[in-house]
């Protein structure tokens, strides 16, 4: 397949990871650029990013020389779904014998079933970043019901994996919203883990709003506890 004409901007190769991708060796390929202005965002460079850092002739030649020490690739960034050559990158991908992980906000329904029709994908994590009471003012969009269309089409599906992730900045989602979403993923007939990931910022790091430290963390003790799916929680 030829990559000359290809365009993705590339930000950051992250060589090794044994947490981002379940049960896999994996690198992270981060795309710069993203549809959402979300808060907590700890990748602002990323999001605000226009241009790459790497090629695409370099990001393969990258994977070529890992085939055998790696056995997967996390698609993420910023939202790899926005560029339409994600999909021949993809193909690529697989073509080296890399199995594909997607992180996505869900916002590119379209991109999402055809990486599933044509067998690119083999996990995806999809955030659920607000019910949408909140989403514009979690995310700055109105992007709820493509994000919806999303969920719904992984949950009909059962041949590729999928975890679903909220972010909890308690100042901003409280226990009201993620009741929400959990009787929403119910409603929806989710049978996977629900990641609640409570936001920390470390040391006082760049993030993308002008937020203020938590007063206090989510009262987990508050939430009520779905019946068909799991609930963990984790720090971000």
């Not at 709820?144 to 989602?173: I, K, N, Y």
Request: hydrophobic fraction near 40%; proline fraction near 5%; include cysteine.
């Amino acid at each position: 397949m030829l990559t000359e004409n290809l365009t993705l901007p590339i930000y950051a190769l992250t060589p090794f990871t044994l947490l981002d991708f379940p049960g896999r060796t994996a690198c992270i390929v981060w795309f710069s650029g993203c549809n959402m202005r979300c808060g907590y965002c700890h990748n602002p460079d990323i999001v605000r990013g226009g241009k790459g850092k790497y090629t695409i002739h370099e990001t393969l030649a990258f994977l070529e020389k890992r085939q055998g020490l790696l056995d997967g690739v996390v698609l993420s960034g910023g939202e790899a779904t926005l560029y339409k050559d994600i999909m021949p990158f993809t193909e690529k991908t697989k073509e080296l014998g890399y199995a594909v992980k997607l992180d996505t906000n869900g916002t590119r329904p379209g991109i999402v079933r055809m990486m599933l029709e044509k067998n690119l994908l083999d996990y995806v994590a999809l955030d659920y970043k607000a019910p949408e009471t909140a989403y514009r003012k979690i995310t700055q969009t109105d992007l709820f019901a493509p994000f919806g269309e999303t969920l719904e089409m992984l949950c009909m599906q059962d041949d590729v994996p999928f975890e679903v992730r909220t972010t909890v900045h308690s100042d901003l989602l409280g226990a009201e919203e993620i009741d929400a979403i959990t009787a929403d993923l119910a409603h929806k007939g989710y049978r996977g883990a629900y990641y609640v990931q409570n936001y920390i910022n470390n040391n006082g790091e760049q993030v993308l709003g002008a937020l203020p430290a938590q007063k206090k963390p989510l009262d987990i003790e508050a939430l009520a506890r779905p019946r068909d799916f799991t609930l963990v929680f984790r720090n971000f």
